[in-house]
Every structure is written in C-alpha cells, then in structure tokens.
T-cell receptor, first 113, second 112 residues
Framework: DTAVSQTPKYLVTQMGNDKSIKCEQN?????MYWYKQDSKKFLKIMFS???????INETVPNRFSPKSPDKAHLNLHINSLELGDSAVYFC????????????FGEGSRLTVL | DAKTTQPPSMDCAEGRAANLPCNHS???????VYWYRQIHSQGPQYIIH???NNETNEMASLIITEDRKSSTLILPHATLRDTAVYYC?????????????FGQGTTLQVKP
C-alpha cells in the first residue's frame, strides 16, 4: 500500500502542451510538497501546501500551478511546456510543516520534446 | 543554496562501517541537520536528523560536533543495498516555512 503515490510515472509530450501530475498520500499528513530534480540531479523545492493552503512558493514560473483539493492530494499542472521543464518531479508529504521528515513518492519523469 | 559540503563520492566494503562526512559551518543555532538517501531511480528516503546531540535509529547514527559545524552519518554494517546518493541537509528557516535545501550529496558505492 503505497504511502505517497504519483501518476503518471512517465510522461512524454511536445513543447507547448499542458500536462498534469497527480499526487496522493494515505499517511494522514497535513503537509505536501513538490520537488523538481533536473538532469544534474539537483533536488529543488517548488511548492508546499499545509491543509490545502499554500505556504511555500519558490521562484517558479507562473506556468506551474499547484492545486490541493484536499489535504491528501496535491496536483501539479504545467502550462505551455518548455524543453527546460524536462525533469523528474517528486511529490512528498510530512506530518506537519514544522518537520523536515518527508516521505517522497517514486517520482514522475517528464520529457518535453 | 545548500549550506552543506560533502565529498562527491566514497567507497565502502560490504560489512564495514560507512562514515559519511558533512560540513555545515554556517549553520544557525536552531537549524537541524537532516540526512536523506536516494537509491537509483527512487524517491529520497529520510534517514535521521539531529540538532546538537548524537542520534541513533535502526538505520544509522548521526554524530554532530560540539560546535555543530560538521557531522558524520554512520552506517554500521554497510550492505550492497546501501549504495545510493546520501544528502546532508540543513533545514533552513523555521516553523511552517522551513525548507530542506538539497546539495549535491555523496555517492556511496558499497563493494563486495
């Protein structure tokens, strides 16, 4: 029973398209995150939500729009995809926003052609 | 930017202790040190964290120097499955807006 699950695992699309990645956690956690890992393997935080409210928003283009319909779900929608958006996107959750003990999903590899 | 510096790679013999060093000389008094690892093609996995005192759990031990400017993660009996990238992270900020800023990590290769 996967704790943090992301779909799809792989996504290949053309420049200019719009795509979404979904994330669900069954741990009962209050806080969820999106991280991006680029080709050089650097992991960078993008967003953090606590109980459906945005609490961390790093310098991310407006084309990226997170949505949290409830505290168990955090989806990432990307408009007008660019080549540089190609990366692995990781969703994570934590019990609350004050802890650094995060549970990560397996990642969603996005390839923009 | 990450507040930590780690060697890019290390080797360890299977069954031996793996000692992974980390420098965090600019750490602030209330910032915790976290360790994660990422096995190839998987998501990062939490290992351990600490503030001042040494910590131990079922996975590893964390030794933090008295001045808190460096720490060492110890895997007591490394196995081939411990081959991974190990990240030492200072959680910057505090409370609800604290963040994990990942650096480049140390690639640990456990050899038979």
């Amino acid at each position: 029973d996967t704790a943090v699950s992301q779909t799809p695992k792989y996504l290949v699309t053309q420049m200019g398209n719009d795509k979404s990645i979904k994330c669900e956690q069954n741990l009962g956690h209050d806080t969820m995150y999106w991280y991006k890992q680029d080709s050089k393997k650097f992991l960078k935080i993008m967003f953090s939500y606590n109980n459906k409210e945005l609490i961390i928003n790093e310098t991310v283009p407006n084309r990226f729009s997170p949505k949290s319909p409830d505290k168990a779900h955090l989806n990432l929608h990307i408009n007008s995809l660019e080549l540089g958006d190609s990366a692995v996107y990781f969703c994570a959750s934590s019990l609350n926003p004050g802890t650094g003990e995060l549970f990560f999903g397996e990642g969603s590899r996005l390839t923009v052609l | 930017d990450a507040k930590t510096t780690q060697p890019p790679s290390m080797d360890c013999a299977e069954g031996r202790a793996a000692n992974l060093p980390c420098n965090h000389s600019t750490i602030s008094g209330n910032e915790y040190v976290y360790w994660y690892r990422q096995i190839h093609s998987q998501g990062p996995q939490y290992i351990i964290h600490g503030l001042k005192n040494n910590e131990t759990n079922e996975m590893a031990s964390l030794i933090i120097t008295e001045d808190r400017k460096s720490s060492t993660l110890i895997l007591p009996h490394a196995t081939l499955r411990d081959t991974a990238v190990y990240y030492c992270i200072v959680r910057v900020g505090s409370g609800n807006t604290g963040k994990l800023i990942f650096g480049q990590g140390t690639t640990l290769q456990v050899k038979p």
